[in-house]
């Protein structure tokens, strides 16, 4: 963390209330990538990894470099990520690795051409996978940044444009925002069957 200020990228609560949505809305979406097979074990956790090299997410960073490294991924590839240094990886993994850079550098608004390269290189399905991941480690970067921000609060140090209130109500909304979303998806599953 920045002794001088915090700078990472946090959740406001709209964000988060529209980031939690969007995930519940499309598990189905979620369930396709992990059992899809399309995107390897090991190749998600560098699409991760990218993201999250982006974002600074310390919890993600420890976590999801074990990951990776459990999934086969060398040390050399995983410290090459971490350091954005991404020209000696295939073309099959650069694509994808380039574009989750893209994707976190531009706040989750990437250009709709970089978008497009994506699909045309992996085909649509392959590249809503590699965009879901995307989407969940952006969701886990900023949540984890978020409780950072708090602690940096706690020490004199808040994150500029921040408030307690937000940062806290975002981490309570974590508690139970989600398990909110899941039944409301499953009673409304079973009011479509009935």
Known sequence: MNTATF??????IPLFTADVKQIFDNMDTLRRAARGGRVSHAFAEKIMMAVTSVNGCRYCSYGHSRAALA????????????????????ESEAVALTFAQHYAESCCHPDPV?????????GQETA???LTYIRM??????LGNTFDALLSRLKGKPAPGSSLGSEVGVLLG????????????LFRSQRVKS
Not at 7 to 12: A, S
């Open 7 to 12: 700078n990472k990228r946090i959740y406001t």
């Open 128 to 130: 809503t996978d590699i």
């Open 174 to 185: 974590a508690v139970w925002m989600p398990p909110t979303r899941l039944f409301l998806r």
């Open 137 to 142: 480690i952006t969701f886990g970067n900023l």
């Open 71 to 90: 999934a086969g991924v060398s040390e050399a590839e995983l410290q090459k990520i971490m350091a954005l240094d991404l020209g000696d990886f295939p």
């Open 114 to 122: 970089a978008w497009q390269r994506l699909i045309s290189y992996y």
